[in-house]
């Protein structure tokens, strides 16, 4: 295999963590939303926490998205933008869809130059560079926190197709998800279940 293919194949296999770690923190905010969890925390003046809790949620979920679409200007970059990049070379592309599913590789690439045109793209790095990463005056609204989920849902579908067009998994993202969904009821359950 080309240096370029095993590199897509790399970022592949780091992608495919990146989604799962985008919908698990996903499914902690979505189960923290529910209508008893906010007054039980109130209830037990435990609701600053629990908004320092959900505030870092979203800044992993903001950050780790970001990463994805981050510029490649380095040699020793290895996110998401650089496997997108080689797989534009139709050489790497096909050498990398022998060995996994050209279909869901030509997906994920379609997906891919969607969500890097997405006008929600540039107002959630602006969001990242002016108040996540750095401290700067914002020049425009901040983003919506639904348009931040289900951006990343999107992200985090397109990485998991990525490494399932590679090859280096065979299973679908659903399947991952059942386990941190559990267990993100279990986390909330606490102030779900007080009485």
Not at 35 to 62: F, Y
Not at 97 to 118: F, P
Not at 139 to 151: A, K, M, S
Request: charged share 25%.
């Amino acid at each position: 295999m080309s240096p370029k293919a095993d590199l897509v194949k790399q970022i592949s296999k780091t992608a495919f963590t990146d989604a799962i770690d985008l919908m698990a923190c996903l499914g902690v905010l979505r189960e923290g939303r529910s209508l008893v969890v906010p007054q039980a925390l109130e209830a037990a003046n435990a609701s600053l926490a629990a908004t320092i809790v959900q505030k870092a949620l979203l800044q992993r979920v903001l950050m780790t998205v970001e990463r994805a679409f981050a510029p490649a200007n380095r040699t020793s970059d290895r996110h998401a933008r650089v496997a997108f990049k080689h797989l534009l070379e139709p050489e790497i592309f096909d050498e990398v869809a022998k060995v996994g599913s050209r279909q869901q590789l030509e997906l994920a690439c379609a997906i891919w130059r969607s969500y890097d045109a997405d006008p929600r793209r540039e107002k959630l790095k602006h969001y990242r560079d002016k108040v996540v990463a750095h401290t700067a005056a914002l020049e425009r609204p901040p983003p919506f926190v639904d348009e931040l989920r289900n951006y990343a849902m999107g992200t985090a579908d397109l990485l998991a197709r990525l490494a399932r067009g590679t090859g280096v998994v065979g299973l679908d993202l659903g399947a991952q998800m059942t386990a941190y969904d559990e267990s993100a009821k279990a986390f909330w359950s606490v102030w779900r279940d007080r009485k």
